[in-house]
């Protein structure tokens, strides 16, 4: 992460060393030149600021082919098993965590964040089932709208809610079109946000609407089977709907295999996102073969 920041930094200082170089000897005309390059370079550096986790994201894709995410939810991983848990994520070359959930009874965002920050240098991304959610300890937050659905409190109502404590805590909003996909079962995001998934066997409405919300603007869509949803979304949905976009689709809910996040990623998915199978320490010694099979480029 360290890195990552310096060499961004580094870019947008560079390029005001390069209109120092290039245009200070042919002043005034240089010095006009040098004035908009300037301002050029700082706009940069702002924008790269505000965007930094988006970019992130973009970068590790670029390098690795596709980026893994693991879901963590406070009631399920907390105090030292937390501790434990994001130290061999970082190891096993996880990319980022996202944090929260549909429903949380005990489990303190807050506290979660901050441990995370304490012990590990990845990002730290809220993925939020409800404006309480928003924390100002995170480093960016899925501003997830529930696009599958036509609930309007979950495609705008909670944002209205949301943004200006976003814009108070200087959190960075990555927008992103979630779609739920029927997967074999009622899921608790089904269940809570009142909409109905999108039929499996409907990959052209899938992309449909994904492409929908590209055309809106949003960054990721979010191909979302549930947390621990007994089927993973198909793989022909997560084709027919990345082969259409032009933005980067995340897939999650029921995969619990590595040959499982593999084949995801050979169908097009550019972030691949587990949960609920790591909450089991059993299945710990599994992180680098799950981080292997995401990471398509690497491996090649
Ligand atoms: C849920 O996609 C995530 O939002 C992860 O799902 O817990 O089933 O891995 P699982």
Sequence with gaps: MLKWLLAHYKKSLSLHYICII????????????????????????????????????????????????????????????????????????????????????????????????????????????????????ADAIL????????????????????????????????????????????????????SRPIPRNKPEIAAATALAAQFLGMKFIYLEAGSGAKLPVPDEMVGCVSSLLDIPVIVGGGITTPQCARKKVECGAKIIVTGNYFEDEQNWNSLTEFSKSVHVKLDS
């Design 22 to 137: 290039i245009f200070v000897p042919f002043i005034p005309k240089g010095k006009i030149a040098f004035v908009i390059f300037s301002k050029l370079g700082i706009f940069w550096k702002n924008y790269s600021d505000l965007m930094k986790i988006y970019n992130y994201l973009l970068d590790t894709i670029e390098c690795k082919g596709a980026a893994y995410l693991i879901l963590i939810d406070p009631d399920k991983i907390a105090g030292n098993k937390l501790i434990s848990f994001v130290k061999k994520c970082e190891e096993a070359g996880v990319d980022g965590l996202l944090i929260g959930g549909s429903l949380m009874m005990n489990g303190n965002l807050a506290k979660t964040l901050t441990d995370i920050k304490q012990n590990c240098t990845l990002p730290a991304i809220v993925f939020p089932g409800g404006e309480s959610q928003v924390s100002p300890n």
């Design 143 to 194: 501003y997830l709208s529930l696009i599958s659905g036509r609930n309007a409190e979950h495609l705008i109502g909670k944002h209205v809610l949301a943004a200006p404590l976003i814009k108070h805590f200087g959190i960075e909003p990555i927008s992103t079109g979630y779609m739920l996909i029927e997967s074999g079962s009622v899921t608790t995001v089904e269940y809570i946000s009142g």
